[in-house]
């Protein structure tokens, strides 16, 4: 499993925050992507219920996941392939490292793959004495730093070109450069020598085909198609969701991963790979492994209220117009999956009351769901987690809220049950103010839990009437009601 | 026989689904196309379209190679081609020094170009992905990573993204649109379609006429290879080909 | 009184109700000069939006039932807060989603439930309704309204037919200002990194004024902008439009 530091998202978010360098580059990025992909969707030819299409099409291979994967299965077999069902991530982890251990494995190439970070399989393999080489640019970049990705389709973006150079510098031994295609083609000759002499190369599935049985990976860089191509072995790992029934599914869904991920009409590379290579190809693997992974979908996949998560394809463009991922960077969410995405995903994979500050600590603004290629209402389902820790949930193990949080909503119903007694309350926290302001009325420091609003903000003290009052006494005794 | 793995991974999946029914009407409405009317008119707009729309897929297809840096030379015929090709392997370096050597398809329209040849004039060889049974896979694999320009054919190219899209026959190996520096792509204009719909209704024709299914791997490229990860900074040439030149032959 | 006069029942977000009458105030002086008849029922507290956000639905229910019994013989609700508009709209829907009866009363009134902008110009037709204020204008788009209920061009056309003002759009003028309830008070460090990115945008943007539609973000807004000590008005879209340039 990957680490799992949710708790600490409101100090990692404050570390995200106080980085003036990850402030600029999340800017830029979500200006960039979070526009482009806006302006592309408005673009499509189809217009943009071309969305809502797609997530019809996402729906239906969920709803028949059960026949969709023993399609895929069986077509991948037939072809000399070899496919694993892991009900969790050990059991994943342990597959990939006998079938290493089984074919001598010394060196690996591994295209991007949240997956594989979800279920930890890097620090595994290595502790098993193999070289584990990431290869997307900014990956591997993250990987020689010993850090973590902070975004699923730019992981390096919390990085600038001088630390790259820096980076690069120390550990290729290049002279220093902060030049982008200097850098880039300083990756470019390590990774080609990477990929020439690795035994195996690892990759995720973007989204397989279950009536031809094939899985695709897609990418821009060409590094996945390399670990799929050139190695003796290749292991496909997929969430058990990533899967379209009929081929034809792909012709829209692909456009709008590519929309959603980098506002791109289409990504540099497709690939659809159907098992090892042939008797007589001159190319391709001599063996080929899908791993299909469970490790608590099918528990999402039980839930109505978060069925609809299952139809995620893991393209960013939540993240890209995120306002508050846009403040605080991937780290904050401290699991693999960042952003809006994260924010319904971990909770649900890792436990919701541990990952409690990633479904609170949002605004619902719901820009997530209007970027999102297949339409995902992450704000219903943030809601329904948030349901589920005020009151507590069996399901999901979730424990209720604190006492003391259930009594102020307890107290706050009776409350604004009574318009007489909320009169009392509201004239009471009027006179507390109008005693604590200043002379323009701003209260500028409170106490409790206040205090966090005062500390950057000014806050009015309530009217010495409310509005009600005023429309009595403008409207007679008694107030106008329907007449 | 059956894994029992695979058997307690279903049904776990067909209970989280509140097990609902699997006879053969549901198998079938699961792949069954939703909307095989659409799917059909598709099919016989294709096959109907007038030359005048040929040519405004020609446009639309410069259109769009333009932002994504595909070199696109139009010819009239293949000897056209031919020069075309050799003129890129003249005014160009290998990227990692050496010699200079090609790789190409074995594909009836590369093999009509008659590269050996003409390439020869030049002093550069020209390997040739030949299918043989018994194949020395670690040989085909340094005979393309030694030339710096591979050059391939598709079976379709869609207009409004140029992608290329090519299943990989023994004969049409992936590396060689991957591995060299400079991919040369090169299609006759007849295999221009208009969207990523057209695309996918003739690879569903394709697999239900001819009951041939895809080969075990099937490519689509867009572009040469790009990477945006130092700053969002667009770089092409991050693993694949760093040039991608496409070269559609009329007539 | 004509019997085509429009009549709408006052819906007064609570925030508006105990901290800002007078933007209540406002767009009492708004609609009656377009002649709409008003009632305001006096017992409405809270659309039940702060425990619905939260989680406690059970809370929330209650709140809803209540305001649906004393809004449910209205011609049409209006509201000076977007984000109220949507719970009723959107939400009360959801809550009653298992309970027939109640469902059928909570789709009732959320079908008549407006913001007020949208109520002026989609159901009253006007966006012209004879304000004057002489300034440079921004306006931000309150995160419910827009992507809820589809609040977009309704304030800035009656924005523009304002005698006198002129509308600049500021840069992500519909990114999120940080404000989300007790998202505010709970994660003060983001939702106020959140709000000086807003507070930026409308500093950028040169204006004499900020509009909104919606108090609990121009209170965030304001509250910043007011820490800062930034000479910038901010305004609820009612007062602008109640403004006459006299006085």
Known sequence: ?483 | MTDPRRTSFLKRVRSALGNPLRDESAISAAFADPRPAATAALAKRMRERPPEERAALLVRLSEAAEPLNIQLVQVPDETAAVEAIARIVANSLPEWGGEKRAAAWDHPLISALNLQDALADLGVPVFVTRPAPDVDRGRVRRAVADAFVGVTSAEWCVAATATLAARNPPGAPRSVSLVPSIHVAVIRAEQVVADFQELYALLNAEMDEEGRGLTDAMTFITGPSKTADIEATLVHGAHGPRELHLIVIHG | MTPNQPHATLFIQCLVDGFYPEVAEAMVKVLRRLGVRLDCPTDQTCCGQPAFNSGYRGEARKAAKRFIALFENSAAIVCPSGSCATMVRRHYPELFESDGPWLERALRVADKTYELSQYLVDVLGVTDVGARFCGRITFHDSCHPLRYLGVREQPRRLIRAVAGAELVEMVDSDRCCGFGGAFSVKYPDISTAMVEYKAQRIIEAGVDAVVGCDMGCLMNIGGYLSRMGADVKVMHLAQLLAETGEG
């Open chain 1, 1 to 483: 499993m990957a680490e799992i530091a949710c708790e600490r998202y409101k100090d990692m978010a404050a570390t995200g925050i106080a980085d003036p360098v990850l402030q600029r580059a999340l800017i830029n990025l979500q200006h960039r992507f979070g526009r482009g992909t806006a302006e592309a969707y408005r673009n499509l030819p189809e217009g943009p219920e071309l969305r809502f299409q797609a997530k019809a099409i996402r729906q239906h291979a969920i709803d028949h996941l059960d026949l969709l994967l023993e399609r895929l299965a069986d077509k991948i077999e037939a072809r000399g392939g070899h496919v694993f069902f892991a009900e969790d991530a050990e059991a994943a982890v342990t597959y990939c490292q006998k079938v290493a251990d089984r074919r001598g494995v010394k060196r690996i190439v591994k295209g991007k793959s949240m997956v594989t970070e979800e279920i930890g399989l890097n620090p595994a393999l290595m502790a098993d004495g193999i070289e584990v080489t990431e290869t997307d640019l900014g990956e591997y970049i993250v990987q020689l730093a010993g850090d973590h990705p902070s975004h699923i389709i730019a992981p390096a973006i919390h990085k600038t070109r001088k630390e790259i150079g820096r980076l690069f510098a120390d550990k290729l031994g290049i002279p220093y450069t902060e030049d982008p295609p200097t850098l880039t083609r300083a990756a470019r000759k390590a990774l080609r020598e990477k990929f020439m002499a690795a035994d195996m190369g690892i990759t995720g599935c973007n989204l397989a085909c279950a009536q031809t049985g094939h899985i695709t990976t897609l990418s821009n860089e060409g590094n996945i198609r390399m670990a799929a191509t050139l190695p003796k072995t290749h292991i496909a790992v997929m969430g058990m969701e990533r899967v379209a029934a009929r081929l034809s599914d792909h012709a829209i869904l692909f456009r709008l991963l590519a929309m959603g991920a980098a506002a791109q009409q289409m990504a540099g590379y497709v690939s659809y790979i159907g098992g090892p290579a042939g008797p007589d190809s001159l190319d391709g693997p001599e063996e080929f492994h899908l791993v299909i992974l469970d490790n608590g979908r099918s528990r999402i996949l039980a839930d109505p209220e978060f069925r609809e998560m299952l139809q995620c394809i893991r393209c960013a463009a939540c993240l890209n117009v995120c306002p508050v991922y846009g403040e605080i960077g991937g780290h904050a969410y401290g699991y693999p999956y960042s952003g809006p995405v994260g924010a319904v995903v971990t909770p649900l994979l890792v436990g919701v009351n541990r990952a409690k500050d990633l479904c609170q600590g949002e605004t619902l603004c719901g820009a997530c769901r209007d970027a999102c290629p297949v339409a995902i209402d992450i704000p219903r389902m943030l809601l329904a987690l948030r349901a589920k820790l005020a009151v507590g949930d069996d399901r999901w193990n979730v424990a209720p809220a604190g006492p003391a949080e259930r009594a102020v909503y307890r107290i706050w119903s009776r409350l604004i049950g009574n318009r007489r007694a909320y009169d009392l309350c509201l004239r009471a926290a009027g006179a507390g103010g109008r005693l604590l302001a200043g002379k323009d009325g701003m209260l500028g420091r409170l106490p409790g839990p206040l205090s966090g609003w005062t500390r950057s903000r000014n806050l009015p003290s309530p009217a010495a009437k409310s509005f009600m009052q005023r429309w009595k006494e403008m409207e007679g005794e008694g107030g106008s009601n329907h007449d």
